[in-house]
């Protein structure tokens, strides 16, 4: 089902939501109205010195790379795609705000996932050449984004997401590792 909402680089061939977790923009809507409004009625764009991820469990956080350096995928195509597993682009998803990283840790370790960890990344240490993608504001979403699909920018917005496009390694550290569960203790 997963090639049914990503059909090469057009997005929207079908609804991707509820059904799948990597659509997580649409889990992101049903959050409580106080992390949205907290968060996207501030200006972050451009004043934000810490981006945040949740690493998959085969990143390394002091080298993190996109699945494929080389890719050439749009930005629409990896905000609709990109956590899909076998999506390969040259995109780096992080957010702004390390709630919103929070919350999708805990959405993640809610549906099962095991070993999830927040990286955060100094933008001051970013290598030279890395391009960022600020995805923060309308303006910006508009830009990239182009005229639709709505889901997309409102993953986006949602994510107040920042994508990274870099030929080097970025570096970042882990800041909250996994949760142990009660009955793991």
Same mark, same amino acid.
């Given at each position: 089902?997963?090639?049914?909402?990503?059909?090469?680089?057009?997005?929207?061939?079908?609804?991707?939501?509820?059904?799948?977790?990597?659509? +997580?923009?649409?889990?992101?809507? $049903?959050?409580? =109205? =106080?992390?949205?409004?907290?968060?996207?009625?501030?200006?972050?764009?451009?004043?934000?010195? $810490?981006?945040?991820r +949740?690493?998959?469990?085969?990143?390394? !956080?002091?080298?993190?790379?996109s699945?494929?350096p080389?890719? %050439?995928?749009?930005?629409?195509s990896?905000v609709?795609?990109?956590?899909? !597993?076998?999506?390969?682009?040259?995109?780096?998803?992080?957010?702004?705000?390390?709630?919103?990283?929070?919350?999708?840790?805990?959405?993640?370790?809610?549906?099962?996932?095991?070993?999830?960890?927040?990286?955060k +990344?100094?933008?001051?240490?970013? !290598?030279?050449? $890395?391009?960022?993608?600020?995805?923060?504001?309308?303006?910006?979403?508009?830009?990239? +984004?182009?005229?639709?699909?709505?889901?997309?920018?409102?993953?986006?917005?949602?994510?107040?997401? %920042?994508?990274?496009?870099?030929?080097?390694?970025i570096p970042?550290?882990?800041?909250?590792?996994?949760?142990?569960?009660?009955?793991?203790?």
């Amino acid at each position: 089902m997963y090639s049914m909402a990503c059909c090469g680089e057009k997005y929207g061939c079908a609804e991707p939501c509820e059904s799948q977790f990597d659509a +997580i923009g649409c889990i992101l809507q $049903t959050l409580n =109205d =106080d992390l949205e409004i907290r968060h996207l009625t501030s200006s972050v764009s451009g004043k934000w010195k $810490t981006l945040y991820r +949740i690493l998959r469990l085969d990143e390394i !956080p002091k080298a993190l790379v996109s699945k494929n350096p080389l890719a %050439v995928k749009t930005v629409r195509s990896h905000v609709g795609c990109g956590s899909r !597993p076998n999506y390969m682009s040259q995109y780096i998803s992080t957010t702004v705000s390390l709630d919103v990283a929070r919350c999708y840790k805990k959405i993640g370790e809610e549906k099962g996932l095991t070993g999830l960890r927040i990286a955060k +990344i100094d933008v001051s240490k970013l !290598p030279v050449g $890395t391009r960022m993608f600020d995805l923060t504001t309308d303006e910006n979403r508009d830009k990239f +984004i182009g005229p639709g699909p709505i889901v997309c920018k409102n993953f986006a917005r949602k994510s107040q997401e %920042v994508l990274l496009e870099s030929m080097n390694p970025i570096p970042s550290e882990v800041i909250e590792e996994f949760s142990r569960h009660k009955d793991e203790l």
